[in-house]
DNA sequence: CCGTACAATGTTTTT
DNA sequence: CATTGTACGG
């Protein structure tokens, strides 16, 4: 294959293939030989296809794939952009380093495991562990906390400041200052948290989300020799969706990309996710880093009638601190967007409903329409109208299947067969077992502890606690047998476990939905069948989880399904037909976004601007969703639309409107 | 010390 | 409304 590369190399094929295929400043972007690329591409340009374009090209011109690094925003995306490349190229680029920020790093991180005091077989940490981890140890530092102090530590507030100081990349005393300065007699006690949780994570061979970038820019910055092997390896760094970076993966790319090619496509319009420290700052002084650095602006959007991109960039104009960009589109002019203005949600989730029906009949497929909200609540009542109607949805965001508590037993379970030394794992476990409470595993623990495989001493009996000792044995049995299964195949172990105990106590606990959370667990084994270990299993579930969902379609292939979609979860994807609902004070904006209102409408932006020919925006007036009803009318993004943008489908009261 | 019965409480967005 | 905290009896 690659000799065929190298035979089109000596014709011109290649070069004229690129510039049909692709506009001049996409193609510029695409061939451009440079250190530095920066390409601010308005949605609908076609960054990725320029990006996966790029990639192809390197590739044509015979750079090795393992020296090439491709950070996307999710999993998928780096998925899809590998299976393009290779529709373009007629081979698989294997041994490309693809994918998130926190799945590479997860991937660096298990190569030099022992150099952060961890074994390859570390657990990663979601945010419901952390928060367990850090009660506890609040628990031991303030043994009867104060009532001022209650308030504070509530609902994640602590693990929230320890997340956000690390991931904006300041010092906890000097975050705390900045942000929280309500908080500042607490710094010492905020320090203490955090040298216990380290040390805890350690001991328990776990990392969490933000660790897998943190522990892997500390582990390039203390070791000379690992840094300047990345340097080399990596002699091209692309990176889509830049805007959304936060201070660590900024510098990480800094730092890896010090003697590399450096390729970033974004677009500060697009930027949504500061709740995650991500800085617009950094795409927009990039160029001050890499002085040679190319800047290629790419306008034309590819997606969206005129219309809806009018609407789009009114809206947008509203913020005050935007780079102006002129997008323009060559699409022949379509239907204006619909605004329509329901009495309350429920009449609002019909009119959807109904519309879709609409639609389909019309011969539109499913999957090329979606529903999008800002908030993952906001969708339920439209789900019920979908069931009424018996239109088939996937929801994506949101209710996380991860959450729930049945999935998160299968979990522990599997994690500590993976990673014995991981205590949340075993507490889960253990407490699930009749007799067994906190004080009786806290026992069990500082026994099983010393031990360098926790698994091995409890499965041998080399264990026997005072009190539960009933429970402690139905534990260690199933243990015995999950571990004569492997560690290969994941279905086994899944079903192993549902044939234990365990399915006793989830019948017993979850009587009413038992049935359907042994579905939930059943399409959890069966998406564990395409991995060949417990270790990539469980880390495709944490770090990506909606290719479970996707497994789904793999499923049914034949089958058509409805979007339902959080806007966040929806960038970068387009349809046909977008509805956008919940589009009323007091839900969209979010209040407790409205510290932010820019980022807000870019929200609204973004999710605009996924619609290529039709765009409905739905409102109710009064809203029961949530706790109790709520009047708001029109969100502010409707109403400070110019009357051109949109029509009024079903006449309302216009007070509403001035 | 465990488990249960009741009260309180709190909603963005995601790796 | 559904999860999480608290109070008490076994």
């Not at 789900?383 to 018996?390: D, G, P, V």
């Amino acid at each position: 294959m690659k000799e065929l590369a190298r035979i089109f190399r000596n014709s011109t094929d290649w070069y004229k293939r690129l510039k049909k295929e692709l506009n001049p400043e996409q193609y510029f972007f695409v061939t451009h030989n440079s250190p530095a690329i920066l390409g601010i591409a308005g949605p609908g340009s076609g960054k990725t296809r320029a990006l996966t374009y790029r990639v192809a090209h390197l590739l044509y011109e015979n750079v090795p794939p393992g020296r090439i690094l491709l950070v996307t925003f999710t999993n998928k995306a780096a998925q899809e952009m590998k299976k393009r490349v290779k529709e373009i190229l007629g081979y698989l680029p294997e041994g490309l380093w693809a994918g998130t920020f926190h799945s590479i790093g997860a991937r660096v991180l298990r190569r030099h495991a022992r150099l952060t005091g961890r074994e390859a077989n570390f657990s990663i940490l979601d945010e419901d562990d952390r928060e367990r981890m850090l009660k506890s140890i609040l628990a031991s530092l303030i043994p009867k906390p104060a009532a001022k102090e209650k308030n504070f530590f509530k609902k994640g507030a602590a693990g929230k400041i320890l997340s956000l100081s690390r991931n904006s990349n300041s010092p906890l005393d000097f975050f705390i200052k900045e942000n929280n300065p309500e908080m500042i007699d607490y710094i010492p006690l905020f320090q203490q948290l955090e040298v216990l949780y380290e040390e805890k994570k350690r001991l328990a061979n776990a990392f969490d989300f933000d660790d897998l970038l943190i522990q892997w820019l500390r582990l390039l910055q203390e070791n000379e020799h690992l840094k300047k092997y990345y340097q080399e390896k990596f002699a091209h760094i692309l990176v889509d969706e830049y805007q959304d970076t936060n201070a660590v993966q900024d510098r990480l790319v800094l730092l890896l990309g010090e003697k590399s090619s450096i390729c970033l496509v974004g677009d500060d319009a697009q930027s949504i996710y500061s709740f995650r420290c991500a800085e617009i700052g950094n795409i927009l002084r990039f160029p001050n880093h890499k002085p040679s650095c190319t800047v290629i602006k790419l306008v034309h959007n590819y997606r969206s009638i005129p219309e809806i991109l009018e609407l789009a960039n009114c809206s947008i104009a509203q913020n005050k601190n935007q780079f102006p960009k002129e997008l323009y589109t060559t699409r022949p002019p379509g239907q204006k967007p619909q605004v329509f203005l329901a009495r309350d949600n429920l009449e609002e989730a019909h009119f959807v409903a109904d519309k879709i029906i609409e639609l389909y009949n019309k011969g539109e497929e499913l999957s090329q329409i979606a529903v999008l909200y800002r908030s993952s609540y906001l969708s339920q009542e439209l789900e019920m109208a979908l069931l009424k109607r018996a239109i088939p949805y996937l929801t994506f965001g949101g209710l996380k299947f991860l959450q729930r508590a049945h999935i998160k037993d299968i979990i522990a379970w599997l994690k500590i067969i993976e990673n014995p030394r991981d205590e949340l794992s075993w507490q889960r476990v253990a407490l699930m077992h009749g007799g067994i409470g906190e004080a009786t595993f806290q026992e069990i623990w500082t026994l099983l502890r010393p031990f360098p495989n926790p698994l091995e001493a409890a499965v041998q009996g080399k264990v026997s606690p005072r009190r539960g000792a009933k429970g402690w044995k139905t534990l260690t049995s199933t243990l015995r047998r999950l571990i004569s299964e492997g560690n290969e195949n994941v279905s086994r172990l899944i079903q192993v476990i549902m044939e234990s105990p365990y399915k006793d106590y989830l019948l017993s606990k979850y009587p009413e939905d038992y049935l359907e959370r042994s579905l939930g667990i059943e399409r959890m084994a069966a998406y564990g069948a395409r991995f060949g270990s417990l270790q990539e299993f469980l880390e495709s579930l944490l770090l990506e989880e909606t290719l479970i969902i996707d497994s789904v379609k793999e499923e049914n292939p034949e089958s058509d399904y409805l979007t339902l979609s959080t806007i966040h979860s929806a960038k970068g994807k387009e349809w046909k037909t977008v509805f956008l609902i919940g589009l009323n004070e007091g839900r969209f904006p979010s209040p407790s976004g409205l510290k932010n209102i820019d980022e807000e409408r870019r929200l609204f932006y973004v999710a605009v601007t996924r619609a290529k020919d039709n765009l409905f925006l739905t409102c109710a007036e009064e809203d029961f969703r949530g706790w109790g009803s709520f009047i708001g009318g029109p969100s502010v993004f409707l109403k400070e639309l110019p009357l051109h943008c949109y029509e009024c489908s079903v006449q309302m009261n216009q007070d509403f409107f001035r």
